[in-house]
Each structure stands twice: as C-alpha cells, then as structure tokens.
C-alpha cells in the first residue's frame, strides 16, 4: 500500500536584484504571451465550428482542438519560433505554465458548460492583460533538493538554456540565485531527507513584493489514536463585530463568552489607503510618479493581506489543534456582499470582507488536515 501523503504550499518572500527582477517580469510577460495564443487559438476553434454548423456540415466532421495540456504544449512547441521569436531568452517553464494555466481554465469553462462542475458558472477565458497577476511556474524533478543553495538563503532560478541576451550570458551565476528574506533551512532539510518532495515551484508578483509559493506533497505518518491530546467538540459562528464566536471560551483565544476579538486590520489602514488613492488619481497616466505610487499602493494592500492572513492562520490551527472535531455555519459571503441587498450598506460590505469570512472556512479546513 502506498504511504499517504497531502500537499501543502510553502511561501517564501524573495528579495531579487534589479536584474533578476527584470528577468522575472519577461519570464512573467512570457506565461501571459502563451496564455493569451492558447485562449485565441481555443476560441478561432469555437467560431470556426460555429461556421462549419451554420454551413450544414454534420457534427462529427466539424473541425476539433483537445485543449488538454498535453495537446496544446507541442501545438505551442511547433509555432513558437514564428510567433515568439525571442523564446531563447527566456526559460522554457514560462510558456508551459501559461499554457498549463490556459488549459485548466478552458477544462473549468467546458465542465461548468456541461453541469459537470459545482458552483457559480465559469465563463470563457479572458485574455490577460500587461497588469494582470504576474505569475510563472517552474518544475524540475530530476534534483529536488537543487533549488536551494548551500547557505538556504537563496532559490534557484532557471535561466534559458540558449539565451541569446548578453547580460543573461554574461551575469548568469548574479542572476541564478534569488535572494530570501527568510531561511530555508527547514524545508531544505524536509526535502533533503525525503519528507517532502517538491513538485513545482511558483513565483509570483502579490502586493508590491516577490514570492517563491513551494508546492509540496507531505508523507503523512498517521499517529496512533491515543497519542492524540484533542478536546470535544466546538462549534464556530463567525460574524463582523467579533470575528468568531465559540460555543465554549478558550484560554489565550477568546474570552469567557467565547467572543474572538476582530482585529478588523482594512479599518486601520483606511486613512492611508485614501490618501494613495487621491494622489493616484491626480497623477498622470503612465508617469512615473504614477508607477511608484502604484507600488506603494499594492504593499500597503499586501501588508494588510498578510497580516490578516497570519492571525487567520494561527487562529485555525490553535482550533484543529485544540479540539477534534471543528464545526463551523456555512454563509454565502458573495450573497451577503451584494449592493441588491437592503439590509447591506457600502461600510457593512466593506467590513464583512474584512472579517474573510470564506477565507476562514478554508483556512480551518487546511489546518485541521496536518
């Protein structure tokens, strides 16, 4: 029997030089130049089948497009050199993931068509635009412990094989090791003794900063019943004025009513937040005054978003870890949001997403499964 395992996301914050950084937005511009063909060639697909129907031809014979992803790489490795030509200076890894990423999106969009996926309905992909996410996947399996350096403060970055850029060709050690703000030591020693096996590593652009997110399947080594130090059960109403509410109080988390304080972190940061926003607004389109008060906007937004993210966290696993069985209501948060509403005013929407509400349910469910 195979020994189970779960995956697991690791996020590291990268610390890039200029160069690298450079590097980054082209590897990034890259995925989104593959991406955009992938979702033009799936929709000249469609308008074509339309014109074949509109024209009598039977449905067999219409003109079909697999939009797997292990029928749009090679479609993609065949055309490239025509309508990419300066693939060699970046990596390969950039155009596979933003056609892996297409092809996912185009597999959500035919099974909500169906009725064969749960929830809201998916709609065609759109094309991605020069400020969209910028994200790119890397996956190498060979040597899994070679995307740390000796000193585990750094990340591998893979460079293109047959660059045809000097200052890649000429800086290529400068610009293979991304720098972290934070050790690595722990997964490195998780990877290096079999633990942990990485199977690819994400680097994205989320609130003005850089992050490696390590994706990670974890052996699972079930621990015996009686070893297991877990209390009964707890009930969890969530809500805006407290964040939680616990059918019985914890020591440390809330108080003796089972009231878990909202640290409500948007509200402490309105002030400033409409502060950028006025300068933004009086600034000219495309200055650079424009672009750094755009960078300051997106940390502002990415310091409140990890900082929420943090109490979050450390307040699910104190749960999972504190009683066996968790149960929480289930809201329909995008429900709740919604302007139609009367009872929903713009401060009361605001505030409700403050509190990530469906940030929490996730969050409880991922503890409770370490």
């Not at 890397?138 to 990340?155: G, K, M, N, Y």
């Amino acid at each position: 029997m195979d020994q189970p395992y779960r995956m697991r996301a690791v996020l590291v914050p990268l610390d890039p030089t200029p160069a690298q950084e450079q590097l980054l937005r082209s590897y990034c511009g890259a995925s989104r130049f593959a991406y955009n063909w992938t979702v033009a060639i799936a929709k000249a697909n469609l308008d074509m089948r339309d014109e074949e129907r509109l024209a009598g031809i039977d449905e067999g014979d219409l003109t079909k497009l697999n939009w797997s992803e292990w029928s749009l790489t090679p479609l993609w490795n065949s055309v490239k050199k025509d309508v990419a030509p300066w693939y060699r200076d970046v990596t390969k890894h950039a155009f596979r993931s933003g056609v892996a990423n297409a092809a996912v999106a185009l597999k959500n969009f035919n099974e909500s068509k169906k009725g064969l996926r749960k929830g809201p309905p998916v709609g065609f992909p759109k094309f991605k635009k020069r400020h969209s996410k910028q994200s790119f996947t890397l996956i190498d399996f060979t040597q899994t412990s070679s995307w740390f350096s000796e000193d585990a403060r750094h990340v591998r970055l893979v460079l293109p094989r047959f660059a045809t850029d000097p200052r890649i060709t000429r800086h290529h050690e400068q610009l293979k090791w991304l720098h972290t703000t934070e050790s690595l030591r722990r997964l490195k020693k998780k990877v290096t003794s079999g633990e942990w096996t990485i199977q690819a590593v994400t680097i994205s652009f989320v609130g003005g900063r850089w992050r490696a997110s390590f994706s990670v399947r974890q052996f699972v080594i079930p621990a015996p019943h009686a070893v297991r130090l877990r209390g009964p059960l707890v009930g969890v109403d969530l809500g805006v004025k407290h964040l939680a509410t616990l059918t019985m109080p914890l020591v440390g988390v809330s108080d003796k009513h089972g009231h878990v304080e909202n640290p409500q972190y948007l509200n402490a940061e309105l002030i400033r937040l409409a502060k950028l926003n006025r300068q933004l607004s009086r600034c000219v389109k495309g200055s650079n005054n424009q672009g750094k008060l755009r960078i300051r906007h997106q940390r502002l937004y990415g310091r409140i978003t990890r900082t929420r993210e943090l109490h979050l966290h450390r307040l699910s696993t104190t749960l999972a870890g504190s009683f066996e069985t968790v149960v929480l209501e289930d809201l329909n948060v995008a429900g709740m949001v919604k302007r139609s509403n009367i009872n929903t005013t713009r401060a009361l929407s605001r505030s409700i997403l403050d509190a990530s509400s469906s940030t929490r349910r996730k969050t409880a469910d991922t503890a409770s499964s370490w």
